[in-house]
Nanobody, 120 residues
Framework: QVQLVESGGGLVKDGGSLRLSCAASGSAFTITAMGWYRQAPGKQRELVATIITSGGSTNYADSVKGRFTISRDNAKNTVYLQMNSLKPEDTAVYYC?????????????WGQGTQVTVSS
């Protein structure tokens, strides 16, 4: 019953910035963590950043540390990814993820993905 709505992808120049947003909605579901993953052509889907709902602990891929910042608004069940100093190698489809639990157990949900393209 969880739906993820993503926005903010697009085309930017090398060194530019974008902010991705992902809002999770649904009832009887407690989100424990949200995050962003990406998949570039010919590569596996990889972790970009995650954030824990309780406490706000974050985790980043080495390739984006110092450039990307993940944040969340727990009241809105929304996660953001501020991407600065973008590089062409950041080009990928970015996927929102939400993990949590209901009375049925623990589940992870994925958004449809949003394209981020960084031109040289």
């Amino acid at each position: 019953q969880v739906q993820l709505v993503e926005s903010g992808g697009g085309l930017v120049k090398d060194g530019g910035s974008l902010r991705l947003s992902c809002a999770a909605s649904g009832s009887a579901f407690t989100i424990t963590a949200m995050g962003w993953y990406r998949q570039a052509p010919g590569k596996q889907r990889e972790l970009v950043a995650t954030i824990i709902t309780s406490g706000g602990s974050t985790n980043y891929a080495d390739s984006v540390k110092g450039r990307f910042t993940i944040s969340r608004d727990n009241a809105k069940n929304t996660v953001y990814l501020q991407m600065n100093s973008l590089k062409p190698e950041d080009t990928a489809v970015y996927y929102c993820n939400a993990g949590g639990y209901s009375t049925r157990g623990y589940y992870a949900y994925w958004g449809q993905g949003t394209q981020v393209t960084v031109s040289s």
